[in-house]
DNA sequence: ACCTGGTAAGTTATCGGTAACGTACAGGCG
DNA sequence: CGCCTGTACGTTACCGATAACTTACCAGGT
């Protein structure tokens, strides 16, 4: 029992070999299935280290080979939105086929701690980056500063540099949500979204503004609102939007947090108002199960992961410098009806 | 540019210090801050490195010290349940102010592959674990199989040995959440839980138990289900109590994916059905905007990894053998009313 | 008997750092 | 002047595993 007693100092491919009465050269070769060893010598040593519950120093490993540590960095804004910890769950999905691990950076949205952390996950000896980045300049992932580690950007695409990325069809999935309350009869649409210095943000822009074009609606810049912030600001936002003289009569949300502000906002109206309608990007648990209608833009953000990962894994296994690569991930549109 | 052309044999420390014309032990002094190195000397050293962008080699650097590698392992069943996303959160913040980072692995539930996550966690060189463990024996945690590296589990306690752990109020906050029910005129209480193998599941059903009994009101059998699975299950199971000659008029559920069965099995019912109450463990974004009201069991995961880490680092810091300890996150009972 | 070839094992150097120790030199004190 | 202490730096031996090289051995062919 007693596990705090004895630290016992930890078992080496030594003392092993010594136990064995064999050079330290036979062990390492029998535990990796190298050939240069005979059958009996094999199943000796496999035995012993069996016996003995020797398990190999996975850092030394690495640090005499230098080849993959199978780790691989993923870097995110913050793990509690459901977008990210889904992003994670993908990656995580394949890498456990390549036997590689994750480890983790949170940046709160913070490019300067970004770029700390992206150099901490370097130095800490990761095979390749997933990077889901705060900001909009991307040179602090390029090249030399990163070792030529393979780098796979997710939800947007590289600035600057030149790597791999995933993709949403921010445009097409915007642009159809748009298309969808327009055919509905709504002319007035506002729309919340964020700074157009995020990919997502001016791409899912223009995924309303291309529909309200091909509408022949003019953009109304009273209805408009970009911002960046959390679910309490983008309720402010739509509360201003819905207390205009002549208010819109639909809604389009570019994210989860700013759809959540708006149910919110939505919520708060006086029992005789003219109901608003409301369509959003991401999807929302519980989307069906809301007091009003909602239509989201659907898609799956572990399959992101899933492709980011892929991404990874065949970039790192060919040497030749292939041109970068982009996924694009497909949008549903998804019409939660209220209950009852 | 070129990112992928040349890969430098990445600075080492010799280089640096044959740069210098110094000893590699003086150039690693200086890094550290160590004492035993002269003004003058460092001030040099630090230009040189700064102007060569060198970075030490942490995995060498940990090999050699045996030390602590600032790193945690943080094991859970599923990083898409929020309430494990949200203890990574609250962990990893608690990381950053030791210089640490998190590694992640995930059980999907099954033990076999807890021990093993475990297990290539502790080869990785962790300096501790966080786990949310998938079964109720947790004796592959203890001693000498982890190297005697502290552990902290999460939302159980530990079962067969002796470590840290940290958790929710599950009795007491359950209790109250049916009581809750009954205070409201309730008699006819189910209950969707989770299997009595799990800690959760003892606990939570040990809490609406006890508030019955309390209240006079003797269990009943049909009325109750504890099953392990997601919330397709949990619908499943609601339905079918629901569906009994003499049904419940009220529903507690064990944690957010029973709770959310129990949602969607409540909507499908006919428009004249007996309205049924509905209480359940875990707080659930936009619990205030759904069809019905809901009264939820709320905490703070993030709080709990928070917790969970303080523990850690703490156990990590002090070398003589405390006793276990044993943290408890409280609840609050929160009424979400049905918007309109 | 001799050479060849292949296999199985041991030896050595090395990866990038750190700990322990050695040494040279400075200053303080009786 | 001798002794001790402290500082600053150099030297060396590791840490645990592996790559590359070397040696030992055996079988088979001539």
Known sequence: MSAHSESEPALTMRDVAARLGVSPMTVSR???????IGEATRQRVLAEV???????????????????????GLVVTNLANPFYSQLAVGLEQICVGYGARVMLGSTGEDPATEREVVADLV???????????????HSHLGGTRLRDLPVVLAASPPMGIDVDCVLVDDFGGTREACRRLVARGHRRIGFLGLPPSLWTGSERFRGYAVALEE??????????????????LAEEAARAVLALPDPPTALL???????VGALRALRGRAQ??????????DDI????????????????????????ATLLFERQASTDPKPPRRVTIATTLVDHPAPR
Chains 1, 2 share one sequence.
């Open 50 to 72: 069996a016996a003995l519950g020797y398990r190999p120093n996975k850092r030394a490993r690495e640090l005499r080979s230098g080849g993959p540590n199978e780790l691989i």
């Open 30 to 36: 029998a535990l990796r299935g190298q050939r240069g």
């Open 215 to 232: 509408a022949g609606i003019a953009l109304d810049e009273r209805y408009i609102s970009r911002h960046r912030g959390d679910s309490t």
């Open 272 to 281: 005789d108002a003219e109901p608003v309608a409301l369509a959003g990007f």
């Open 123 to 137: 130095d800490r000896g990761v095979d390749g980056l997933v990077v889901a980045p705060a900001g909009h300049d």
């Open 253 to 259: 949300t570019a994210n989860n947090r700013n759809t």
């Open 285 to 308: 648990e519980l989307a069906d199960m809301l007091h009003l209608p909602l239509t989201v833009v659907s898609y799956d953000p572990v399959e992101l992961g899933r492709a980011a």
